[in-house]
């Protein structure tokens, strides 16, 4: 009887470690679909430089060095060259919320004149039509597609996709840049 018993508590005791839940990961905060880097094959950019982005089917956000980043709330842009992007949402910055620190808002004023290239956010939810354009250079355009993390597919974050975009001067023959 006390074999029985024994072996009753046993397989209680492996049931129960078979069924245990699961933990939940721990999911990170959201992050940009995309990242930009737009520079041009000459030394500076272009006072006439735009990035406009089309995102959830018929809404459309743009930046530009002569007005910033203005109200957007999907296109986050900054031109200081040689800098990258601190953390942030447009018009938050999530590394003061992670300091416990007031909000600061992200800059919306002129760029610098001087900037060699422009880095951007993408917070789109999904796909964005891109397209980059300046006075004498050669538009761009691109369809970007979204990239779940195939490593937390519980979480619903992207993996941020790396888009490097050089604007390259156009001539009688030139329509796009590759």
């Known amino acids: 009887m006390g074999r029985l018993a024994a072996l009753l508590a046993l397989t209680a005791v492996c049931a129960c470690q078979q069924h245990a839940p699961k933990a939940d990961p721990v999911c990170p905060r959201a992050r940009a679909a995309f990242e930009l880097e737009v520079s041009t094959d000459s030394a500076t950019l272009p006072e006439s430089l735009v990035v406009r982005v089309g995102f959830g089917g018929a809404e459309s956000e743009a930046y530009s060095p002569k007005l910033g980043n203005r109200h957007n709330t999907v296109l986050c842009c900054s031109s200081n060259a ?4 601190r953390p942030m949402t447009c018009g938050q910055d999530l590394s003061a919320e992670d300091a416990g620190e007031a909000s600061n808002p992200v800059p919306t004023m002129s760029e610098p004149k001087d900037a060699s290239d422009v880095r951007c956010q993408v917070w789109s939810n999904g796909a964005a039509e891109l397209t980059v354009s300046a006075r004498g250079f050669a538009p761009v ?27 390259r001067h156009g001539d009688a023959g030139v329509i796009e840049s590759p």
Not at 156 to 167: E, F, K, N
Request: aromatic content about 4%; hydrophobic content about 45%; glycine content about 0%.
């Open 82 to 85: 040689n800098a990258s992007l």
């Open 141 to 167: 355009h691109r369809t970007l597609a979204a990239e779940p993390d195939s490593e937390l597919p519980q979480c619903s974050v992207w993996h941020t996709v790396a888009v490097p975009l050089i604007l």
